[in-house]
């Protein structure tokens, strides 16, 4: 059973556009989460992140947004650029358990000029 | 920056070779994580191992063992090689209590079994 949902496996956006990448989870233990991005051939890279005492995390173009009750996070990029053309991974995370991340199948975004 | 170090970016093996994935990191790190990546299914653990000697299963660790006798190394063992351990399999490591960081991830290893 998939703790961790990445619903939409493509997403296409036009540059200096707003991307959305949504993220959904059911286990309510979780108390942190990430956005990590994967280019071909290469290793995930840490992206952003956010605890669950917070609802929103801001970082240049990127703005994590966390809605608890809904067990829905989203990651927004404004503007998006041809460079943000990755697949994006969300992972969630639940304290005292050895920093293990569960991940979704991941959200492949491409940015066109 | 910290590096984690995957041995081969790519490898071809046989259905029943015994097959090592080395990992090394060089920053101190305790918890070190072995993910293999699939179409559709994301990163799924397999081990993770969060001090030397010690290792914990993930969701994922029928037909894989692990090693780690030194700090900055983990190994991933395939016992015996089979089509449906055709993956990319990444390391990746972090430091004990500091999730906000999350891990640092290798470049990967694309194995294929034929």
């Known amino acids: 059973d998939q703790q961790v949902k990445q619903n939409s496996p493509s997403l296409s956006v036009q540059e200096g556009r707003i991307s959305i990448l949504n993220c959904d989870y059911t286990?309510?233990?979780?108390?942190?989460f990430l956005w990590y991005k994967k280019y071909p051939a290469e290793g995930p890279t840490f992206l952003i992140s956010?605890?669950?005492?917070?609802d929103k995390n801001e970082d240049g173009r990127f703005t994590v947004f966390l809605n608890k009750s809904a067990k829905h996070l989203s990651l927004h990029i404004v503007p998006s650029q041809p460079g943000d053309s990755a697949v994006y991974f969300c992972?969630?995370?639940?304290?005292?358990?050895?920093?293990?991340?569960?991940f979704g199948a991941g959200t492949r975004l491409a940015v066109h000029p | 920056d910290v590096k984690v170090t995957q041995s081969s970016r790519y490898l071809v093996k046989r259905t029943g070779e015994k097959v090592f994935l080395e990992c090394v990191q060089d920053?101190?790190?305790?918890?070190m994580f072995w993910y293999r990546q699939d179409p559709g299914l994301g990163l799924r653990l397999i081990y993770f191992?969060?001090?030397?000697?010690?290792?914990e299963k993930g969701d994922i660790p029928e037909g894989y063992s692990v090693s780690r006798e030194k700090k900055e190394r983990f190994s991933l063992i395939l016992e015996s090689a089979s089509t449906n351990q055709t993956s990319m399999y990444l390391c990746?490591?972090?430091?004990?209590?500091?999730?906000?960081?999350?891990?640092?991830f290798g470049s990967g290893t694309r194995l294929t079994v034929v």
């Open positions: 990746a490591s972090s430091l004990r209590g500091t999730i906000n960081y999350g891990y640092t």
């Open positions: 286990n309510s233990m979780f108390d942190y």
């Open positions: 956010i605890s669950s005492i917070k």
């Open positions: 992972a969630a995370s639940q304290s005292g358990g050895y920093n293990k991340l569960i």
């Open positions: 920053m101190d790190h305790e918890n």
């Open positions: 191992s969060y001090d030397v000697k010690m290792k």
